[in-house]
């Protein structure tokens, strides 16, 4: 099934059939199928890079999505700084992250609210030691900026 130690399972070139994809991209490209131990499934990579091994090319797809996934981390589980240095501390720290975020989609899918994740996060963040309700911090605020300051000055000499 694999052809070599590599785990590749096909190395070819290739040009597209499909019309739409066609015009996308007209040339010539190369698809690798690669198949992960670990995972227990195959991967299918497109590249137009024929100067690298099969294998190195899955390598590189392999630690850009780690780098994918790093920066998913730090956006939505507002994890900008890790308060460990083993990779326990660090473990930990992302295991909780994940599951605070989860927690969070599930408030926010329960209670209809209709803002995105993120913005939960943030106002519960903010509001963390206030005693008020949940529905009601996520509701929107009405506003009532009164008169537009539009940063002139006016002088009401008329009013003697």
């Not at 590189?60 to 996934?69: A, D, M, N, T």
């Not at 209670?111 to 030691?129: C, D, F, Q, T, Y």
């Not at 009405?142 to 300051?149: A, F, I, N, S, V």
Request: hydrophobic share 40%.
């Amino acid at each position: 099934m694999l052809d070599g130690t590599d785990n590749v399972l096909k190395d070819q070139s290739i040009r597209f059939a499909k019309k739409e994809n066609k015009e996308k991209y007209p040339g010539t490209l190369r698809q690798i199928v690669y198949y992960a131990e670990e995972l227990h499934r195959s991967f299918v990579y497109y590249t137009n890079n024929f100067y690298l091994s099969a294998k190195d090319i899955a390598l590189l797809y392999k630690y850009r999505w780690q780098v994918e996934l790093f920066k998913w981390i730090k956006q939505h589980l507002q994890a900008k700084r890790f308060w460990g240095e083993s990779e326990n501390a660090v473990r930990i720290q992302i295991h909780v992250a994940i599951i605070t975020y989860c927690l969070i989609a599930i408030i926010e899918h329960d209670l209809n609210v209709g803002r995105p994740v993120l913005e939960v996060m943030r106002i519960l963040g903010k509001s963390a030691l206030t005693t008020d309700n949940i529905r009601d911090l996520l509701q929107p605020c009405k506003r009532d900026d009164g008169p537009k300051y539009d940063g002139q000055l006016y002088f009401d000499f008329a009013s003697d």
